[in-house]
């Protein structure tokens, strides 16, 4: 820390993201829940052609995107606003509906960027915990008088709650934002989206960077109505009103053109996750019930960090996190047929 850093020792805690090895072919890499499908041609094509183009300054409306995004979920544009990743809109979401008054509320086990972002916010916080099957309980959520971030299906246990769960929460804060983060939606949880025309208390974020495989890309988008997303705006735009780049805005709209081509991918995923999940069970694995496109499995005989250990070694990466109540487990990215094959051959001789 040098002398000029703004901050008081301790005051920030960064997010520690998943490793990125330099020598990514030498790995089967399940540790960050990319897809395992690449982007379909013509979303390299349409970078291709917008990079002739990036002298130019980007459209910082995107409204292009906005009308794609409402001609697949319904809506108008203005229901609709882009992010450079999820990560910036849940940023931007702390801006916009959290300070010193409003405080926050989420999950003890939940997506480890809230904490990030409630310290660099300065934002009061309550932790709600898990029930003991991991689960999150939407009564615990009642008149929290907080803005509330919910990661449906919530990561790393990829335990979802249903639609009418979430309205019950929605109902229960009826002045207060309601975030519901689903990164991870389009694997089998149900989507909130239909709730927004019902609900002015209800923001949903969703990233292209899980089931529309552009992770790198980094795009996400947020779902509310107007006045929610007027107000995520002036955030926006008082930040980076150029934040989704013009390459990015190209390729999005070509995934976009291509839905059915990544929501058929999802179906592979989740097919892949119910067979991974019954050979870990066959091996004397306990795996929560995800709806994701990852798995969080525990075995009596293995601590989380010793299977990742030695994962690592047969070069296979997958997430293992050193907190407490959730340190006996590793969260493992479903990826193909063929990697859930060789990671399974792997865990069977480690056993
Ligand atoms: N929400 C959740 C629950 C996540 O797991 C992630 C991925 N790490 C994100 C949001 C952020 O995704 P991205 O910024 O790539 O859109």
Not at 57 to 75: S, V
Not at 88 to 110: K, M, P, R
Not at 274 to 281: A, C, E, G, R
């Amino acid at each position: 820390m040098s002398k000029y850093f703004s901050r008081k020792q301790g005051e920030l805690k960064a997010y520690v993201p998943g490793e990125q090895p330099r020598n990514v072919q030498k790995f089967i890499k399940l540790n960050t829940n990319e897809s395992p499908f690449p982007p379909a041609p013509e979303v390299v094509n349409a970078v291709a052609a917008a990079a002739q183009k990036a002298n130019l300054y980007c459209d910082p409306t995107m409204l292009k995107l906005r009308e794609d995004l409402a001609g697949i979920y319904g809506y108008t544009p203005e229901y609709f606003t882009l992010g450079n990743g999820s990560d910036e809109l849940l940023s931007f979401a702390f801006l916009a509906f959290c300070n010193q008054e409003i405080g926050a509320a989420y999950a003890d086990v939940t997506y480890g960027f809230y904490s990030v972002l409630s310290r660099l916010y300065a934002t009061d916080t309550k932790i709600v915990p898990l029930d003991a099957q991991y689960c999150i309980n939407p009564e615990d959520y009642a008149g929290l008088g907080r803005t509330i971030f919910i990661a449906n299906p919530n990561a790393p246990t990829g335990i979802a709650l249903t639609r009418l769960q979430i309205e019950s929460i929605l109902q229960a804060n009826p002045d207060n934002v309601v975030i519901i983060d689903q990164a991870y939606v389009d694997f089998g949880a149900e989507c909130a989206i239909p709730l927004v025309e019902k609900y002015d208390n209800l923001l949903v974020i969703n990233t292209f960077s899980k089931s529309r495989s552009f992770a790198g890309g980094r795009v996400g988008f947020a779902v509310a109505q107007p006045a929610l997303i007027a107000d995520l705006e002036t955030v926006r735009n008082s930040i980076n009103p150029y934040n989704v780049n013009s390459l990015s805005q190209a390729a999005a709209h070509a995934i976009l053109q291509h839905n059915d081509y990544y929501m058929q991918n999802c179906k592979v995923v989740a097919r892949n996750r119910v067979y991974l999940t019954k050979q870990l069970d066959a091996l004397g694995f306990t795996t929560l019930p995800s709806l994701t496109n990852f798995v969080f499995t525990k075995h009596s005989s293995i601590s989380g960090e010793q299977l990742y250990q030695k994962l690592k070694e047969h070069a296979i990466l997958v997430r293992y996190f050193d907190a407490p109540g959730i340190c006996d487990f590793c969260r493992i990215t479903v990826g193909t047929k063929e990697q859930v094959d060789a990671l399974l051959d792997v865990i069977r001789s480690i056993l």
